[in-house]
């Protein structure tokens, strides 16, 4: 059996009509549909519960229930009590005649009784604009939806009152409220009265003015001066809240959830009186909510900026392009959107928008770890291509920051990503899609272009980047030149080399020895004196990429190249040792002979000083050989 239950969902300070259609057939499951969030999902166990006790069993056969429209998102608690009559209806437990007549609204506990929801007021006027015969909702907020004329507004404290009345078995009494007479009644009626005031002439005209003029006042002074005393009687002066103004003050305040149980309308001006103590996130709240009357959303809006931090993305990849300008341009945009220089932290970093990885660009990850913190809510940004100009990564970007509720407000052209409710807005999502469309393809051209300007720039000899080597410098224009003091070292090197009184060990050490190479080892030293010798870059060739000028005459290559051949050719005759097997340190490893030091020593000596392990000093070679022999000679002699 199919039959429909009427509700209402509040957006803003508005009600829009929710139909729930509930289907009942063969079968033993539940579906519950039309964008529910936990809340409602949640409503089919309190269900249960709230029949079970009361008498009432839950239906066994296969529910499905939509709540139309299915496009908008249904928040809270308050719609278990039209779910539980529509369950109950399409099971035929009670008779679904006067279904269509009425719109409910009530959250349930596990004992059957109607907690107080949020909105009522709205969803009264939303009622009788649909034509409506009543609203069955709480007890608690029966007065202030019968605030509404024309609509019969019954309050109800269990759900046993509710079958019972859909199945002609109790008439529930409307509740009536006389709108006019209530409002008026109660507008003059204060606790505290500004006549009682008695000299302090000079406050009560600052007090008088204020209120005229709807101004703020800071009252100052000492304990016991009065301060608090006319701060209580300043509402009794207010302008009088006119009867449209008092609806909707009471409407914001229902939706709010701040309305009194059992009250009305709001017929006294609201009016904040904070203390010196309160903080300055609560002083713009109470500012806002109660003088200013502004919609619920945007003074909540406004009090997120005041609590959170922002972050300032800056980016040049270029020494042409100016830190400065975008800081401050996006200093000025933040102070628009109501931050303060000690909410505001920027990022500014100096990296090349083609970088493919996300890993690779600081910017962003610095900007991840602070959004982590949890103390930031908004992120602005010169252009979209100071966050990326690839796609992967822009995209990558707006995903988390959407995930996260982070909004991005760009600056040119001016574009925000999420909407107040912390939805992506639509048209930036468009307009983010269509950038990174032609950032990819510029990109592209971009990088050939990259490519084909390096290409001709080494075929015309000039620098395009990369290690310089030693020798060689880059002038203004961009080509190579000779380094003077490079260059006379670079022909020191060969001239030693050439003359065979050093081996690449010893000319790393004479080198290190004259202050060159300091922050080398010899090892190190000697590498890099192997790899110069053999670069013919030297005698000014054309290698694939460059054009250098010539350091080494040929002679004195030809020279280095003979030597080099020489050094590879020569036999190495090997120097026994034969106490290297026999020699052992305290830490059971054997010995080997150092050639460089001339000594004997631990293979693991290394390991052993890491490890903090103790090992047998060095032997020199000559001193320990030449005394094995004489005990040897002397071994023979007596034999």
């Not at 936990?38 to 056969?61: C, D, F, W």
């Not at 009494?173 to 204060?190: D, L």
């Amino acid at each position: 059996m199919l039959i429909k239950v009427f509700g209402a969902a509040v957006q803003g300070i508005d009600a829009t009509l929710i139909t729930i259609e509930v289907n009942s057939s063969r079968g033993c499951m539940f579906y519950l549909v039309g964008l529910p969030d936990s809340a409602v999902k949640e409503s089919h166990q309190r269900i249960i519960s709230a029949l079970q006790v009361n008498g009432y069993k839950m239906p066994t056969t296969n529910i499905v229930v939509n709540m139309a429209p299915a496009d908008i998102r249904k928040e809270g608690s308050a719609y278990d009590l039209p779910l539980a009559i529509g369950l109950l209806g399409a099971n035929e437990t009670i008779s679904s005649e006067k279904f269509s007549r009425y719109l409910l609204m009530g959250e349930l506990s596990l004992d059957g009784s109607i907690q107080p929801i949020k909105g009522a007021l709205p969803i009264a006027i939303k009622a009788r604009e649909d034509g409506f015969e009543g609203l069955i909702i709480p007890q608690q907020n029966a007065r202030e939806a019968a605030v509404v004329n024309q609509l019969k507004v019954y309050g109800v404290s269990n759900i046993r009152e509710v079958i019972e009345f859909f199945n002609n078995e109790r008439e529930l009494e409307p509740t009536i409220v006389n709108t006019r007479e209530e409002f008026y009644a109660h507008q003059s009626t204060f606790e505290f009265d500004f006549a009682d005031v008695k000299g302090q002439e000079n406050v009560k005209r600052a007090l008088e003015v204020a209120a005229a003029g709807g101004h703020n006042l800071i009252m100052i002074g000492a304990p016991g001066s009065g301060k608090s005393m006319m701060a209580k009687r300043l509402p009794s002066i207010l302008p009088p809240l006119s009867l449209g103004e008092s609806l909707e003050t009471t409407k914001i305040h229902s939706v709010a959830g701040k309305l009194n149980r059992n009250s009305s309308l709001i017929t006294q001006r609201p009016f904040r009186d904070p203390h010196h103590t309160i903080s300055q996130v609560i002083l713009v709240y109470y500012l806002v909510d109660k003088i200013f009357f502004l919609p619920l959303r945007p003074y909540k809006l406004l009090i997120s900026f005041l609590s959170m931090k922002c972050i300032l993305l800056v980016r040049v990849s270029t020494e042409a392009q100016s830190y400065d300008e975008q800081e401050k341009e996006l200093y000025d945009l933040a102070h628009f959107y109501g931050y303060k220089d000690k909410d505001i932290s920027s990022i500014a970093t100096k990296e090349s928008a083609i970088k493919l990885d996300e890993e690779e660009r600081f910017g962003l990850n610095r900007m991840k770890e602070l959004l982590e913190t949890g103390e930031y809510d908004c992120v602005f940004a010169w252009e979209i291509s100071r966050i990326a100009r690839r796609k992967k990564i822009l995209f990558s970007i707006l995903e988390y920051l959407t995930s996260k509720g982070i909004q991005l407000i760009i600056k040119e052209p001016r574009i925000r990503l999420l909407k107040d409710d912390k939805t992506i807005d639509e048209g930036a999502e468009t307009i983010f899609t269509l950038y990174a469309q032609l950032a990819e393809s510029e990109m592209r051209n971009k990088i050939a272009r990259f490519a084909r300007a390096k290409k001709e720039g080494f075929n015309k000899g000039k620098y395009m980047g990369g290690k310089i080597t030693l020798g060689y410098k880059v002038s203004e224009d961009g080509y190579w030149e000779i380094d003077e003091e490079g260059s006379k070292l670079v022909r020191l090197i060969f001239d030693m080399y050439i003359s065979g009184e050093y081996s690449l060990t010893g000319l790393g050490k004479e080198l290190k020895s004259r202050g060159y190479f300091k922050n080398l080892s010899v090892t190190s030293i000697k590498v890099e004196m192997s790899h110069l010798l053999k670069n013919p870059i030297y005698r000014g060739i054309r290698t694939s990429n460059n054009i250098y000028p010539q350091i080494i005459d040929d002679d004195t290559w030809e020279q280095c190249c003979k030597k080099r051949k020489e050094n590879r050719t020569r036999s190495k005759t090997k120097t026994p040792h034969l106490l290297t097997p026999l020699i052992r340190c305290i830490c059971n490893a054997s010995y080997s002979v150092n050639l460089m030091d001339g000594t004997y020593s631990c293979r693991v000596k290394h390991n052993a000083v890491e490890k903090g392990l103790t090992h047998s000093p060095d032997v020199n070679v000559n001193m320990i050989e030449s005394l094995a022999w004489y005990v040897a000679q002397i071994g023979r002699a007596h034999v």
